[in-house]
Every structure is written in C-alpha cells, then in structure tokens.
C-alpha cells in the first residue's frame, strides 16, 4: 500500500485521478484499484494496494502518468508519498554530519584528459572535498571517459565520473571507472531514467553515487502540473542516491528558499529506513555567498556547497572553496 496526496482541480477529479493511476476502468477489479481515502478542498490523498517497487512502472502511474495527459484536470500536482519501509534501496552511504564543498570541473566541454586532471588538482588544492564532471561531459574523442578518469585519479582526487551514456553498458561502464580509480560516480538520473540510480545501487560498486538532476525541472517548477520539488527529491534518494541536488538560495535556479529547505528536509528525514542523502546546494554558488547558502539552509549537516563557474575567480586566495 501506498497514499499519495495531490492538488488537484476541478476537486471531483479525484476519483477520476484513482482509476487513470491503476484499473483504468470503473469496473476494474476491486482488489488492484486505486481509491481515494481523503479529501478536503483541493487536496486528496489517494491509496494505492498494488503499488510495484519497479521504479519505471512507479514513474509511469503516479509521477509521469496519463493524468498529465488528461483533459480531465485543470491542475494536478503530486505534493507528498508516504513510503513503505524498505520500498527501495536508499543511499549505501550515510551523509556525514557536517559541512562538504564540491566543486564543478570548467568550462564544461573542450578540456583535454590532462586539462581536467589538472583543473580538478587545483579544486582541491583550494578546499574541495569532490570534484565531479559537468553533465554534458561523457565520453567524448577529445576527453575519452577512461582516459579521463585515469588522468585524474593519478592525482588522488575523489572524484565523481559521468557515467551517463547508453544503457546497456551503464553499470559496466561504472564499475571500470571505479576499476580506474574514481572515487564517485555520477548519473543524469532524469536523462539516463531515475532507474539507472536503483540499477548503479544495486551493482554495489562501494562508492557514492551523485545523481544530477537535469531535466527534473521539468517535473518539479510548474505550480498547475508536476511534482513538488521535495518529492523529488526523496524519490531520488530512495532509489539509490548518495548526492542529491537541491537547488540553491542564490536565484539563479527555479526553487524557492522554501522549496530548497523542503528539499534539504527530504534528503535527511526518516524515510522508511533510508540512509540519509547529502543535500547538495548548487547553482550560482561561489565564493562570496556559499557561507549565506548555508546560513539560508539552517544546517550545516550532511549538506554540500557545490561550487560552479564562480570557483574559477583567478583573483580569489589559495582556499577560496573553504567554509568557515
């Protein structure tokens, strides 16, 4: 069993939201179809007694289904889960209860194997704990995934490779960059399919795993349609993130203050047994304002600043990364 709550309009859809996510038909069978168990103004909380760990199918019926399709809603948005104990597998590391800074290899695209070997040896050398691959690097001729990781763990930097690419050799393709020495891997878990996360976990590879969330956006921002930018998050950790990207209180992403905070709250609230994520903070984050960011976020616990292009200020002291 599953229950879901969502806003929704007009407020009758409900038991029309119930159907599109299991039976489909109002005669479908009793024992599998969806009900609705509460309902005060345009909220209703919807039970589910089939509901399937498959994350894809999970996706596919209560995140992504038919009822953003449908003409029937003029507003439907998923705003809270509650999880079944053990329903996925969570993080295999817990968030440590303190302060990390990460930092962004640029530009994000051009650097030779050697170039981002020594761009992420200066990341560290100013106060990053990780460094990790833009997400439009993969495995490109000029900067080949291998080499690239080579180069870089030569240096002995925890490092966060890219391994998002085709499917059918993902977790092949993450255990040899843990063979060649990255400390992390990294997935576009919206781009690859959040999937990819439960499949990268299951693999066992004894080391984190950052899932960039590029493309939840699309997803999380509309206020009508979507998910609430908390439960994506929480369904991000639980299917196997160790870094899990919440946004910034610097405005140049879409959360509000209050939706980076909820965010924060799902990477680390009890959740069915589910180690803790660290909440990674990221997006116009730089110098000058990563304390502020964390000042905003009210913990400094099992959080990251992840610092992008504004690490790269030449005019900044030896450990400009460093948080006080």
């Not at 509901?51 to 999970?58: E, G, I, Q, S």
């Not at 050697?114 to 560290?124: G, Q, R, S």
Request: aromatic fraction near 6%.
């Amino acid at each position: 069993m599953i229950r879901v709550t969502y806003e929704l309009a007009p407020p009758e859809a409900a038991e029309t939201l119930a159907l599109v996510e299991s039976v489909g038909r109002a005669d479908g069978p009793e024992q599998v179809r969806g009900r609705v168990a509460e309902h005060e103004g345009d909220r209703a909380t919807l039970e589910f007694p089939a509901a399937t760990n498959d994350v894809a199918l999970l996706v596919s019926s209560l995140f992504a289904g038919e009822w953003a399709d449908s003409s029937a809603f003029e507003r439907c948005r998923l705003v809270g889960v509650e999880w079944p104990d053990a329903f996925l597998p969570g993080p295999a590391f817990d968030a440590p209860d303190r302060v990390l800074v990460g930092a962004i290899v640029k530009p994000s695209l051009g650097l030779s194997p050697i170039e981002v070997a020594d761009t992420a040896a200066k990341l560290v050398e100013a106060g990053a704990d990780l460094v990790k691959d833009d997400e439009l690097l993969g495995d490109p001729e000029w900067c080949p995934l291998e080499e690239r990781v080579r180069a870089v763990a030569a240096a002995g930097i925890t490092y966060a490779a890219n391994v998002t690419g085709p499917v059918e050799t993902l977790v092949e393709r993450a255990h040899r960059v843990v063979a060649l020495g990255a400390r992390a891997v990294m997935v576009n878990a919206f781009a690859q399919g959040l999937d990819a996360l439960r499949a990268l976990r299951d693999a066992e590879l004894g080391v984190p795993i950052f899932a960039h969330r590029v493309g939840a956006a699309l997803w999380a921002r509309r206020l009508d349609f979507g998910i609430a930018p908390a439960v994506v998050a929480e369904l991000t950790r639980l299917c196997g993130a160790d870094y899990v990207q919440v946004g910034s209180f610097s405005g140049t992403v879409y959360d509000s203050a209050d939706d980076v905070r909820a965010q924060i709250r799902a990477c680390h609230r009890p959740l069915g047994g589910a180690r803790r994520a660290v909440a990674v903070i990221g997006g116009g984050v730089g110098p000058d304002n990563a304390a502020g960011q964390l000042d905003a976020a009210r913990t400094r616990s099992g959080v990251m600043v992840l610092f992008g292009s504004a690490a790269y200020d030449g005019s900044r002291p030896k450990n400009e990364l460093e948080i006080a």
